[in-house]
């Protein structure tokens, strides 16, 4: 998989550079080559949430998808502290360069998930944190000053599932429900190298059909166009099939047949963590990093932060409906129009300013009427 | 069928003597053999771990044979346990084997009452044992004694350290049954990951005070390959029912891209380590220590409940029947108070509520003769106004008599009168 389309485009750009320059030559065929420069220039973020049961994993994946060590002075709690234990959110920000390109990566880990006697709701802090990443994100955008947004917004989430299981469990199911409709939810089978190839496929089969089954939406990839040359559409068509990804993680360089590869040594063979026949992690791999990390970014951004704003923004005015319609129904005044709901109106100053001239209208009202009952009364006494 | 074991005590008048000559009567063992193999032996395991963990697989290939399960769901919503029961024979020994499982272990999102069911369970089976011991006409020796003599745990090979749920649930557990933890789907843990797991695993159980079961050490013959097995614990096993080839031979296996895993190989799990110790070697040590350890507590604790002891407040022993007639009568007298108690409490109310309709009753009384002097009254009234009525009526008839005789009178005279007049008129 080293041919990206990405590059092909580039480099064909460069091809007709040479040729026709001098015809009908304009030259915004260089527009991809200036995106590339300025991409580099500015370096992209990445922000990666890994979530699963304890001891599946995770911290020896992510050191193997990005190749650093991440997870250095790590404590474990015992089986003791963790009956009552809950989920706690850390973040872990790091700073990788490769030919030139910078990567801020942050890692958002959950531990403690599922990990206490009693799990209900744990999915609960995860899901508050992606929302406050989003809310602080909707605040920076609807500020004033917009220069230095951070973007911390989750861009994509790896859940991890337990192989030990005959498929999903209630914990899997609940959690990513709970997510679906905030976050990319990429489901990895975790440590695949407790299952045989078959049982490996009679296990994602079954765990495709359970996720359709309950309605969990997790992360589509994008659909090639027909255009698209065979062997791209048959690794596309692959990569689709690979649902969930049966993964091995290692950190550790063993020798395999004369090679050094990242693997784990068993006595009955070596498990090589970046062979394809043994595990699908250099599928993942390549979808996570090579191919698809702008397009979570895109979805992240287009479905799942639109879809907070919108919702945002529908409670707030639904919210400020509200009370008028609670000052219609209690006094009978003329002074109540609707305020048009502006379609730029994802601005809270305007929000708030809105809502205390309401008010102060409101408080108009009330002494409007007492005034009229004294004089009212003060008419009987006489 | 463990027997009750006789202590013999180095009694003082008892001095111990040599035979002149071979007497027989160290066929002893061989008569006990040959009575358990008549009438077959009976064992019962409990195997509790999470589903899928590889409880009925591993059952499957230890005992060589294929116990028709079928896959459980995850989405059970309680712990339950499922019983099954098989002969088995192997060569002339007859075994009556009870396989209980766990559903639905550990998939609940809330944990907390996950133990209790597999407690419920083990405290039936000692239940129903006891009430059979405390039958007036009882027969222990016909009696398929259903007592869980050993319980596989499976630990999930998370490589890190215990589960909580494990952690609680195996405390519930220790003393009431055997525990053998064993860490199942070993084949995803390398050897020196195992070497840590298996350390943490039992630093966690010490630290917490859960005693799991230990080969014994007093008989020197299996001492010796007992204590190196204690040290293996917890076994880390694979299971597999599927035969791969390797070599010339074949053998129980899981096939990998990167290699087999065999079952039977020391090197590669302790599978084999676990079937001698659990089956071959200590077996009748697990039935007995259920029987005198296990069985015992529960006996003890559950009498104590209902008000046995051992010794009355002077400490001169008391027997069992003694202390149950005396609970009896207790028990009679008590329920003569109570009769008695209720019985007075009817009477009282009875005689509550009489008076009170009594008081009724007064008040009804008196209504009423109120009621009746208000009427009596009352008619006196209208008698009078009806006299007056009356009067007023014949007086005013003899008026208007009068009247119209005045009448009649006066219009004889005016008739006379106008007569007159006419006659006078005409003259």
């Known amino acids: 998989?080293?041919?990206?389309?990405?590059?092909?485009?580039?480099?064909?750009?460069?091809?007709?550079?040479?040729?026709?320059?001098?015809?009908?030559?304009?030259?915004?065929?260089?527009?991809?080559?200036?995106?590339?420069?300025?991409?580099?220039?500015?370096?992209?973020?990445?922000?990666?949430?890994?979530?699963?049961?304890?001891?599946?994993?995770?911290?020896t994946l992510v050191n193997s998808l990005f190749l650093t060590d991440l997870y250095k002075d790590r404590k474990l709690l015992n089986a003791e502290e963790r009956i009552t234990q809950t989920v706690e959110i850390t973040k872990h920000t790091v700073d990788i360069e490769e030919k030139g390109v910078k990567l801020k990566l942050t890692i958002v880990d959950t531990p403690g998930f599922g990990d206490a006697v009693n799990n209900t709701?744990?999915?609960?802090?995860?899901?508050?944190?992606?929302?406050?990443?989003?809310?602080?994100?909707?605040?920076d955008e609807s500020g004033l000053n917009r220069k230095n947004i951070q973007d911390n917004r989750v861009h994509c989430c790896l859940y991890f599932?337990?192989?030990?299981?005959?498929?999903?469990?209630?914990?899997?199911?609940?959690?990513?429900?709970?997510?679906?409709?905030?976050?990319?939810?990429?489901?990895?089978?975790?440590?695949?190298?407790?299952?045989?190839?078959?049982?490996?496929?009679k296990k994602k089969i079954k765990m495709r059909e359970e996720i359709e089954l309950c309605?969990?939406?997790?992360?589509?990839?994008?659909?090639?166009?027909?255009?698209?040359?065979?062997?791209?559409?048959?690794?596309?068509?692959?990569?689709?099939?690979?649902?969930?990804?049966?993964?091995?993680?290692?950190n550790i360089v063993v020798e395999a047949k004369g090679k050094k590869v990242r693997g784990r040594q068993y006595p009955w063979g070596i498990v090589e963590v970046e062979n394809a026949a043994h595990c699908d992690f250099?599928?993942?791999?390549?979808?996570?990093?090579?191919?698809?990390?702008?397009?979570?970014?895109?979805?992240?951004?287009?479905?799942?932060?639109?879809?907070?704003?919108?919702?945002?923004?529908?409670?707030m005015t639904r919210m400020v409906v509200k009370e008028r319609n609670r000052n219609k129904l209690t006094r009978e005044s003329g002074t109540d129009f609707p305020i048009p709901v502006v379609p730029g109106a994802g601005d809270s100053e305007t929000e708030k300013l809105i809502r205390e001239k309401d008010e102060e209208l409101r408080r108009m009202q009330e002494m409007l009427l007492r005034i009229q009952d004294q004089m009212h009364t003060q008419k009987d006494a006489y | 069928m463990a027997s009750s074991d006789v202590a013999l005590l180095p009694d003082k008048g008892v001095r111990p003597l040599s035979l002149a000559g071979h007497v027989g009567f160290d066929s002893l063992p061989d008569q006990l053999v040959n009575k358990s193999i008549y009438q077959g032996f009976c064992f019962n395991i409990l195997c509790i771990g999470e589903t899928g963990i590889g409880k009925s697989t591993l059952m499957d290939t230890l005992f060589n044979t294929n116990f028709e399960n079928f896959e459980s769901s995850h989405f059970e919503p309680q712990v339950k346990l499922r019983a099954q029961t098989y002969d088995l024979q192997e060569s002339n020994v007859r075994l009556r084997l009870t396989v209980v499982n766990t559903?639905?272990?550990?998939?609940?999102?809330?944990?907390?009452?996950?133990?209790?069911?597999?407690?419920?369970?083990?405290?039936k089976q000692f239940e129903s044992y006891l009430q059979e011991e405390l039958k007036i006409k009882r027969s222990l020796h016909n009696y398929h004694d259903s007592r869980v003599h050993a319980c596989l745990y499976f630990i999930s090979p998370s490589g890190h350290s215990l589960k909580s749920l494990d952690l609680v649930t195996m405390k519930k557990l220790d003393s009431k049954v055997n525990i053998i933890p064993v860490i199942a789907k070993a084949d995803t843990i390398s050897k020196s990951e195992l070497h840590k797991f298996k350390i943490k695993i039992m630093s966690e159980l010490v630290s917490n005070g859960v005693q799991i079961y230990q080969f014994p050490l007093d008989d020197e013959n299996v001492a010796k390959v007992n204590t190196t097995m204690n040290g293996h614990l917890p076994f880390a096993v694979v299971g597999s029912t599927e035969e791969v080839s390797v070599g010339n031979k074949m053998v129980k296996a899981r096939q990998y891209p990167w290699g087999v895993v065999q079952v039977e190989n020391e090197n590669h799990c302790d599978f084999v380590k676990l079937r001698e110790m659990l089956i071959c070697v200590n077996m009748e040590d697990l039935r007995e220590q259920t029987h005198t350890?296990?069985?015992?507590?529960?006996?003890?604790?559950?009498?104590?409940?209902?008000?046995?002891?051992?010794?009355?407040?002077?400490?001169?022993?008391?027997?069992?029947?003694?202390?149950?007639?005396?609970?009896?009568?207790?028990?009679?007298?008590?329920?003569?108070?109570?009769?008695?108690?209720?019985?007075?409490?009817f009477v009282q109310r009875v005689k509550e509520k009489e008076s009170e309709l009594k008081d009724a009753e007064r008040e009804l009384q008196g209504r009423f003769e109120q009621l009746k002097r208000l009427h009596a009254d009352e008619k006196a009234a209208l008698e009078d106004k009806r006299r007056l009525l009356e009067e007023d009526q014949s007086s005013f008839s003899k008026r208007r008599a009068a009247a119209q005789l005045l009448q009649a009178q006066s219009l004889t005279a005016n008739g006379k009168k106008d007569k007159d007049r006419k006659n006078s008129g005409f003259m």
């Open chain 1, 1 to 59: 998989m080293e041919n990206f389309s990405s590059n092909n485009r580039f480099r064909s750009v460069f091809n007709h550079d040479d040729e026709d320059h001098g015809k009908d030559y304009v030259g915004f065929a260089t527009l991809p080559n200036q995106v590339h420069r300025k991409s580099v220039k500015k370096g992209f973020d990445f922000t990666l949430m890994v979530a699963g049961e304890s001891g599946l994993g995770k911290s």
């Open chain 1, 121 to 139: 709701e744990c999915w609960k802090s995860v899901a508050d944190y992606i929302d406050q990443q989003f809310e602080q994100y909707f605040r």
């Open chain 1, 161 to 201: 599932i337990s192989p030990f299981g005959h498929g999903l469990r209630p914990l899997d199911v609940e959690f990513m429900k709970a997510l679906h409709e905030k976050v990319n939810i990429v489901p990895v089978l975790a440590k695949a190298d407790t299952l045989t190839p078959s049982e490996i496929e």
């Open chain 1, 215 to 250: 309605g969990i939406k997790i992360y589509q990839f994008p659909d090639c166009d027909s255009d698209e040359d065979e062997e791209f559409k048959q690794q596309d068509l692959a990569l689709k099939e690979s649902i969930p990804f049966a993964v091995i993680g290692s």
């Open chain 1, 282 to 315: 250099v599928k993942l791999r390549n979808m996570l990093v090579r191919t698809h990390m702008q397009d979570l970014k895109d979805v992240t951004r287009e479905t799942h932060y639109e879809n907070y704003r919108a919702q945002c923004i529908q409670s």
């Open chain 2, 103 to 123: 559903v639905g272990f550990g998939d609940q999102m809330n944990k907390q009452e996950s133990y209790q069911p597999v407690v419920d369970y083990i405290d």
């Open chain 2, 293 to 345: 350890r296990h069985y015992e507590l529960y006996r003890r604790c559950k009498l104590e409940e209902m008000g046995f002891k051992d010794t009355d407040p002077e400490s001169k022993p008391v027997s069992l029947q003694e202390t149950y007639e005396a609970k009896r009568q207790e028990f009679l007298v008590e329920l003569q108070k109570r009769e008695d108690e209720m019985r007075q409490m």
